[in-house]
């Protein structure tokens, strides 16, 4: 398959980009399910959070990680990240027409099946709930359903600290489920990929009868499919995983393991 000049080949790794550390989210449901890939892993630590800048600047940044990784050879890109697949994925696809490319949106379908209340929270960044892809979203599947959206400034910026459980992140975090719970909303939508890594500290929080849904899985799945489709999908096992953030590599190699099992060499993308 070619796109530019470019042959992708079984053996290419797959790109993989975020904001920061959130898709790692996304990237433990790839590894998981295909473990023979090799990925690379972009954080634009640098220009992070995503969810408090302007569309063009996050089309901007999405044109240059797409064609940073696409120069390295990646068969296939993943978004892992809301917000730049509701600004950029548009104009990633139209510059790559042939490159497989997965993105990712708040999981409002799988959310207004399962309510039983018929109320869904969402949890997402400003961008993401600002955006036009979001609105329609909501046009399309939530016609029948309440739907309560949350943006949390700040809370990635926490996240990307690496310590899960301090005071700041809980009393934070519980400002922006509080308002949701006083609703009646018996599912919440993590809309963005650093979010999960919330999930035991929301546990603390919510009732169990609360669903918690993201999208992380079905990302994997999506693209087991455009791989598949494309017969691109790696064969031999041994899949290796490699990063590389336009923030300090430092800092990212440090909260590296306790969100994700694989540690390795982390660059610097001067980008
Ligand atoms: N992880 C990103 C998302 O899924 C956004 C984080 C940010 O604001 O940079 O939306």
Redesign the pocket.
Known sequence: MTDAGLIYSRTAPVGVF???V??LSVLTEIRQLLPNESLLYVADGGH?????KTPAFIIERCLAIAGFLHGQGAKALVLA????TAAGVVQIRQRYPDWPIVGMEPAVKPAAAATRSGVVGVL??T??LQSAKFAALLDRFASDVCVITQPCPGL?ELIETGDLASPAIRELLWRYVEPLLAEGCDTIILG???YPFLKPLLRQMIPDSISLIDTGAAVARQLQRLLAQSDLLATEPGGETSYWTSGSPNDFKKILPGLWQSSGSVRSLGL
């Not at 992070?48 to 408090?52: A, C, L, N």
């Not at 990240?81 to 730049?84: E, G, L, S, V």
């Open positions: 975020d904001s920061g959130g898709g992070i959070p995503y969810g408090e990240c809301n917000t730049a997402a960044t961008g993401t990635v963005c990929t650093h």
